[in-house]
C-alpha cells in the first residue's frame, strides 16, 4: 500500500499560479487511478482532476481550462498545476487513489493533511 504526501500550496493572489505536488512512497502505477480532492471551508469534499494508470485525464467544470494533471512515474510523483487561480478555489487539496477509473466511484478510505491553498481578490 502507498502513502501519498501533499506539499506545494501557499497564498496566491487571483490570476497567479501555483504547482502542487503528491508524493508516493510506492509505484503510483500500481493504482488504477488517482486524483486531487479538495474541500473548502463549508462544502464537501469535492474531486477536481483525475488522472488513470493509462494517462487519460479528466476534470471538474469549475476547473477546467485553468487545472493540469500529470504524473512522473519515475518520481512516484502527481501534480496539479493551478493557473489562473480564483479566490473560489480557496481550499485544503488532497490526493488520493482508486481501484477504478471511473470519476464516480469513491477514492480509497485514507486521507492525508493536505495542502491549503489560499487566493486572495
Known amino acids: 500500500q502507498v502513502q501519498l504526501v501533499e506539499s506545494g500550496g501557499g497564498l496566491v493572489q487571483a490570476g497567479g499560479s501555483l504547482r502542487l505536488s503528491c508524493t508516493a512512497s510506492?509505484?503510483?502505477?500500481?493504482?488504477?487511478?488517482m486524483g486531487w480532492y479538495r474541500q473548502a471551508p463549508g462544502k464537501q469534499r469535492e474531486l477536481v482532476a483525475l488522472?488513470?494508470?493509462?494517462?487519460?485525464?479528466n476534470y471538474a467544470d469549475s476547473v477546467k481550462g485553468r487545472f493540469t494533471i500529470s504524473r512522473d512515474s519515475a518520481k512516484n510523483t502527481m501534480y496539479l498545476q493551478m493557473n489562473s487561480l480564483k479566490p473560489e478555489d480557496t481550499a485544503v487539496y488532497y490526493c488520493n487513489g482508486k481501484g477504478s477509473s471511473s470519476w464516480y466511484k469513491d477514492p480509497f478510505d485514507s486521507w492525508g493533511q493536505g495542502t491549503q491553498v489560499t487566493v486572495s481578490s
Open positions: 488522472i488513470t494508470n493509462s494517462g487519460s485525464t
Open positions: 510506492g509505484s503510483i502505477l500500481s493504482i488504477n487511478a
